[in-house]
């Protein structure tokens, strides 16, 4: 069974940096694209970016580029989402995705993020 | 504001039919059949509900069909049931700079 699972809930204030994880499970990690979505409160879905974790390739929404870092340990079959420097803004609710060629397949079971002074 | 287009809600009563529509560009759902569409409840991650137009993944219910003309994309549900009341939101692949972008979404109401 093919599972994405997400690290836990987070909360953090300003400036602080944050790494989650996506773990996948039931396939092969290496072969297929993982892709964060973010889901702001109250909003709609907002593709953020993707890697390809056999090789690493990564490719990022020009409204995200700078803002995140996406990468990938084949190792141990994880994807990351991390920041540097966190904004209240960043609240949200972060999804990890598999991309099967054309459409998001699975999702992970999200991790939610508040920055909150 | 969302590259592609969808109504904010949409509703129908139990047994109707609703379509919601998903519109774009020749960028993105007019140049490729790859326009998919995610069922979201509350409190929860989304669902592939139909993938590459009008494919259905196995274990989706056949009441929800898809369909493209154009540079819109729609997606139907026929004889509604209270538990498709949800948002949906279509997505599609694209040529510009972000590869991958989301509708709107759309929140159903069954009455």
């Known amino acids: 069974e093919v599972q994405l699972v997400q690290s836990g809930a987070e909360v953090k204030k300003p400036g602080e940096s944050l790494k989650i994880s996506c773990k996948g499970s039931?396939?092969?990690?290496?072969?297929?694209?993982i892709g964060w979505v973010r889901q702001m409160p109250g909003k709609g879905l907002e593709w953020m970016g993707i890697i390809y974790p056999g090789d690493s390739d990564t490719r990022y929404s020009p409204s995200f580029q700078g803002q995140v870092t996406i990468s990938a340990d084949k190792s141990i079959s994880t994807a990351y989402l991390q920041w540097s420097s966190l904004k209240a803004s960043d609240t949200a609710m972060y999804y990890c995705?598999?991309?099967?060629?054309?459409?998001?397949?699975?999702w992970g079971q999200g991790t939610l993020v508040t920055v909150s002074s | 504001q969302s590259a592609l287009t969808q109504p904010a809600s949409v509703s129908g009563s139990p047994g109707q039919s609703i379509t919601i529509s998903c519109t774009g560009t020749?960028?993105?759902?007019?140049?490729?059949?790859?326009v998919s569409w995610y069922q979201q409840h509350p409190g929860k991650a989304p669902k592939l509900m139909i993938y590459e137009v009008s494919n259905r993944p196995s274990g989706v219910s056949n009441r929800f069909s898809g369909s493209k003309s154009g540079n819109t994309a729609s997606l139907t549900i026929s004889g509604l049931q209270a538990e498709d009341e949800a948002d949906y939101y279509c997505?599609?692949?694209?040529?510009?700079?972000?590869?991958?972008?989301f509708g709107g979404g759309t929140k159903l109401t069954v009455l």
């Open positions: 039931g396939y092969s990690f290496t072969s297929y694209w």
């Open positions: 995705v598999r991309l099967e060629s054309t459409h998001f397949d699975y």
């Open positions: 997505s599609s692949y694209t040529s510009s700079s972000t590869p991958w972008v």
């Open positions: 020749s960028s993105d759902v007019g140049g490729y059949n790859y």
